[in-house]
């Protein structure tokens, strides 16, 4: 970045906050946490307005304390001070204070919310709307230590003032599904699905109907007309590319929703997932049909599952590439949240379709969150289609949770209808776990069955050969059956 328009002091905070980012990163390859995190603390005090610096800082900050989601021993006791600093300088609205005294709390507790909301509230104050939308984030996160529906509400403001309409609605649905009977937060997203149309048809700023659609043909259509041409510039004849014929068809009717899908779909087979979302928005623009908003959604996670996936296959290159694997771990994170929020929406709005709760549930176990997964399996075990799947879904919560008698009963259950020719995985792990429990209950007889079956069917499954033979008294030559060669 140019250092031009900022004076001397200015200058030189940059340098220096630039220097401390060369060695927070040295560290960062070397996992020394608390030189990274001293580092890009300092980075931050000297140029507050910097998202990277942030986000490097709370993602080392996390790593100093190896991701155990409570940060420094006995935290609890240690953010009083810090607590009390956040109030004094909220009520003298002394902003950059309260943002310190926030960035003191968060390096006892990365995850406490409290902090991260209050250096959300003192950077939207600041004007560092970014920073006001990562901090809020954080806040309302899954790894965040309270679901505040206040904070919530505050993302969504901020990302209402970026006007990103549609996380704004995302963050106030999940304030819907805490309180379900608010009905301020109802017609809040109302409001913001008729501003999001009326920012991207550009009607807050045309002057006319004429002008309202001249601009959203040269803000939608400019880039898909290159569909029409070829390399020669010779216009494409119908029939030779389907993307030209149905950018051609939009242009002949674009009030005909149905032309955008098919477009959409288009782009989301051939692997053109930017050129996908930005057709459903137009579609959405066009329709307001809350069917097209979930086929965005859609295409959204595969982006992020695409990232995911090249970001490992670097990873995978350079097995020691600390950063590398960071973006592995944090894209995974992203995936994940993404994913509940769109399953939660449409649990939400879907209620009878147990399909989705029975997706949501399994991104809830993955981020170990089992109370909140285990009401949504029980209904999703209704479906026979999911019944068996399910009850095993169901054992492995409770055997989580160490409530072994549950977790045992809904194995059984699952056995009943699992085969391993439709279901090998779950078929071969309630097997496994049933025979865990056994062995657990000094109950050799039926954990030999259970382990016996796994070996039937997959003699290298996990540790099972071993555990056989334990339970069958080892390798003792004479208990073994004799073979012929001739036999």
């Not at 993602?59 to 009083?80: E, I």
């Amino acid at each position: 970045m140019s250092d031009a328009g900022y004076s001397p002091e200015e200058q030189r905070k940059r340098k220096l906050a630039s220097d401390c980012l060369k060695r927070a990163t040295e560290a960062m390859g070397k996992q020394n946490w608390d030189y990274a995190v001293e580092m890009f603390s300092t980075a931050v005090k000297m140029v507050p307005d910097n998202l990277m610096y942030r986000q490097s800082l709370r993602g080392s900050q996390r790593k100093k304390y190896k991701d155990n989601k409570s940060g420094a021993s006995m935290a609890f006791l240690r953010v009083a001070s810090a607590r009390s600093k956040v109030k004094k300088a909220r009520g003298a609205k002394n902003w950059a204070e309260m943002d310190l005294a926030a960035e003191e709390g968060l390096s006892i507790n990365p995850w406490d919310g409290q902090f991260n909301a209050d250096l959300g509230d003192a950077a939207r104050e600041r004007g560092f709307l970014e920073i006001a939308a990562f901090a809020y984030e954080q806040a309302t996160g899954p790894d965040a230590s309270s679901e505040n529906k206040e904070f919530l509400i505050a993302l969504a403001g901020i990302y209402e003032l970026r006007k990103n309409f549609d996380a704004a609605i995302r963050a106030l649905d999940k304030v819907m599904i805490l309180d379900p009977l608010n009905g301020t937060i109802r017609s809040k997203i109302q409001s913001l699905g008729a501003n999001q149309t009326i920012h991207r048809a550009g009607y807050d700023e045309a002057k006319s109907t004429q002008e309202v659609r001249e601009d959203k043909h040269k803000q939608g259509y400019e880039e898909s007309v290159k569909g029409d041409v070829k390399t020669n510039k010779e216009v494409l004849a119908p029939g030779e590319s389907i993307e030209a014929d149905l950018n051609r068809m939009i242009r002949k009717e674009p009030a005909n929703v149905g032309h955008y899908q098919k477009l959409g779909d288009h782009y989301r087979r051939e692997g053109k997932l930017e050129d996908s979302i930005k057709t459903y928005k137009l579609a959405l623009d066009v329709s307001g049909d809350h069917s097209i908003r979930e086929q965005m959604e859609d295409v959204e996670l595969d982006m992020v599952r695409r990232n995911l996936s090249f970001a490992k296959e670097a990873a995978a290159r350079n097995p020691t590439d600390e950063p590398a694997k960071a973006i592995v771990s944090e894209l995974a994170k992203e995936l994940i949240v993404q994913e509940i929020e769109v399953y939660s929406r449409r649990v939400d709005r879907y209620p009878n379709d147990l399909k989705l709760k029975n997706e949501l549930a399994t991104r809830f176990m993955r981020i170990k969150k089992y109370d909140k997964a285990i009401p949504l399996l029980q209904v999703a075990s209704k479906d026979i289609r999911l019944e068996s799947q399910v009850l095993a879904s169901l054992g492995f919560c409770f055997l989580a949770k160490k409530q072994n008698n549950l977790a045992k009963r809904q194995f059984e259950k699952a056995l009943e209808k699992l085969t391993f020719n439709d279901n090998p995985v779950p078929f071969k792990e309630c097997h496994y776990y049933l025979g865990r429990l056994a062995e657990e209950a000094k109950d050799n007889a039926t954990a030999e069955t259970h382990y016996s079956e796994i070996m039937g069917v997959d003699f290298d499954y996990k540790d099972v050969n071993n555990r056989l033979n334990e339970i069958q008294g080892g390798d003792d030559e004479s208990n073994q059956i004799e073979m012929n060669d001739d036999e």
